[in-house]
Nanobody, 115 residues
């Protein structure tokens, strides 16, 4: 049984910052790509960023230069540092990881950017 648990969401003013964390636990022998997706009300879930085990990263155009994804392989954890947040970044953010050659999802954490 594998579990992904996110933390770090909340309410922040435009221009502010938040850091999301996602820790994987359970019977893990392999974690490949880890990433973050988000889903705003009435919209489809979209990729925000992902990172390979070797540290190669990929970002959605809408967050390039503002968000930074990183991971700690020893802790089976992925992070998302979000700076210069905009109201359009408001969404539920989901952690995603390829664990034991299967895709796993976290339960999601709400990020709200509002004054």
């Amino acid at each position: 049984q594998v579990q992904l648990v996110e933390s770090g969401g909340g309410l922040v003013q435009p221009g502010g910052s938040l850091r999301l964390s996602c820790a994987a636990s359970g019977s893990i022998f392999s974690i490949n790509v880890m990433g973050w997706y988000r889903q705003a009300p009435g919209k489809e879930r979209e990729l925000v960023a992902h990172i390979t085990r070797d540290g190669n990263t990929n970002y959605a155009d809408s967050v390039k230069g503002r968000f930074t994804i990183s991971r700690n392989n020893a802790k089976n954890t992925v992070y998302l540092q979000m700076n210069s947040l905009k109201p359009e970044d408001t969404a539920v953010y989901y952690c995603n990881a390829a664990i034991n050659f299967q895709t796993s999802w976290g339960q999601g954490t709400q990020v709200t950017v509002s004054s």
